[in-house]
């Protein structure tokens, strides 16, 4: 039997985490049928708050349709919406345990809209095993601060985890109380897993002589502190380097950047990449792109790959960018109104300038040998050559839109208008049309 302050407690301790991060959506319960989840489900149904449950199936065990079924059943019981969303899982990025994690996050995200959150069984255990698990592989303060609380998914959607302070003790006991049954993955006893060696084998041996869960807690939240006073530095020191949103990414000046100790660059270049991709990148990784900067002469063109974004350098300035998807064709062209906006298939947006005139255009990309004369310049030149002398940015040199009329071209997209553009009878292409990436 659990006691009636401990039958209290956890309902409770729902309500405040929800307080603390309300959503202005639909709230969901991420339901693979294990104790968690099953308790979370539990919970929340006996305080009456809606929710809907989505099931994950990965298809990775032989028992997944029998956990699919368990669950439909469990949360028609409860009366609780559910949906049961089956992903395939890419062992090569990372493993099965990562691979599932991102196919997990990839369903989560097809079922929920702006606005709506997604609720997580995790608890303190788990934290715990968290923390020595990123121990274990040389993390820094912000690694091991642990899983958040609440933290954002993108396209104003979130995450919460209401669980977090109490461990699988108090679950289960709850679990037992109230007659619920819950689903034991068998994977969960392959040691060959790090995370189950560390709660099978680490864990109870640390528990056994010092109260584990609740010291890794404490140590995590200092932590987290640490990392956010990190995060307000860097955040300092972007400012002081003069970040700007660039065409495609953002930049900063490398001369400021260089003025600053290698731990501040660092610091610097990890929270850059996390604010705008929202995951940090390896110290390896990292380290290789600060040393590929500092080697690199004052006119060298520097690209290196940091998870989901891509270090560059470019004159005086250094990019933090999305990655490019490459292409294959070198002779596209499109047709375009000159009044709607036109996806172009080498990334981003062209869009009309105020006063364009609608017509017959073509939108092509380079393929070498192209003239151009600016309509403010007093003769032609090599194409090539008038990107460079307007420093558009090399890795985008292939990408910018050219547009076209009767065969002429008349304004190369977001730089300047041609010469040819202002003899357009009743209409001179004066600002040349914009291009934007949604990056």
């Known amino acids: 039997m659990i006691s009636k302050s401990a039958a ?12 603390r991060h309300p959503a202005k959506g639909q709230l969901w319960v ?7 989840s099953t308790v979370l489900l539990h919970l929340l149904n006996q305080n009456g708050i809606p929710v809907r449950a989505v099931h994950v199936h990965h298809g990775l065990s032989s028992n997944a349709d029998g956990w699919l079924r368990h669950c439909e059943v469990f949360a028609r019981e409860l009366q609780v919406p559910f949906i049961a969303v089956r992903m395939q899982v890419d062992r090569s990025d990372g493993g099965v345990e990562q691979g599932a994690r991102k196919a997990r996050y990839k369903a989560f ?10 609720l997580l069984g995790h608890h303190g255990d788990d934290q715990a095993e968290t923390f020595l698990y990123r121990l274990m592989r040389g993390a820094g303060a912000l690694g091991l601060s642990g899983m958040a609380e609440s933290r954002p998914l993108g396209e104003g959607k979130s995450l919460l985890r209401p669980l977090l302070s109490v461990g699988r003790s108090e679950l289960e006991a709850w ?3 109230h007659g619920l049954r819950w689903i034991e993955d068998e994977s969960n006893a392959d040691e060959t897993f790090e995370r189950n060696y560390l709660r099978r084998k680490v864990m109870p041996l640390l528990s056994a002589r010092w109260p584990a869960r609740q010291s890794i807690q404490r140590a995590a939240d200092n932590l987290r502190e640490s990392a956010l006073l990190l995060e307000e530095l860097a955040l300092a020191d972007l400012q002081a380097c003069d970040i700007r949103k660039e065409r495609f990414g953002e930049s900063l000046l490398i001369s400021a950047f260089s003025d600053l100790s290698l731990a501040r660059r660092k610091n610097l270049l ?19 792109a600060l040393g590929q900067i500092e080697r690199a002469s004052a ?4 690209e290196v790959r940091l998870g989901r974004r891509v270090v560059r350098r470019f004159q005086q300035l250094l990019y933090l960018t999305p990655i490019l998807e490459s292409f ?3 002779d596209e062209e499109l047709l375009w109104d000159g009044v709607s906006a036109l996806p172009l298939p080498r990334g981003g947006v062209l869009e009309p300038a105020p006063d364009w005139p609608q017509g017959a255009y073509q939108v092509r990309y380079r393929r070498g040998g192209e003239r151009t004369q600016p309509r403010n310049r007093p003769r032609s030149q090599m194409l090539k050559k008038v990107l460079q002398e307007w420093a558009l940015e090399p890795w985008l040199r292939d990408r910018v839109p050219l547009v076209y009329l009767n065969g002429e071209l008349v304004a190369v997209a977001g730089l300047f208008c041609c010469k040819v553009g202002s003899t357009v009878p009743g209409a001179p292409l004066v600002k040349p049309p914009s291009w934007r990436f949604f990056d």
């Open 8 to 19: 209290n407690f956890l309902p409770q301790l729902i309500k405040s985490a929800m307080q």
């Open 30 to 36: 991420g339901f693979s049928g294990g104790l968690d």
């Open 109 to 118: 995200d097809s079922v929920m809209s702006s606005g709506d959150q997604m």
């Open 175 to 177: 679990a037992l109380e």
């Open 270 to 288: 990890r929270n850059w990449i996390l604010r705008q991709a929202g995951m940090a990148p390896e110290s390896v990784t990292l380290q290789e």
């Open 299 to 302: 006119d060298a063109q520097v």
């Open 328 to 330: 294959a064709s070198t």
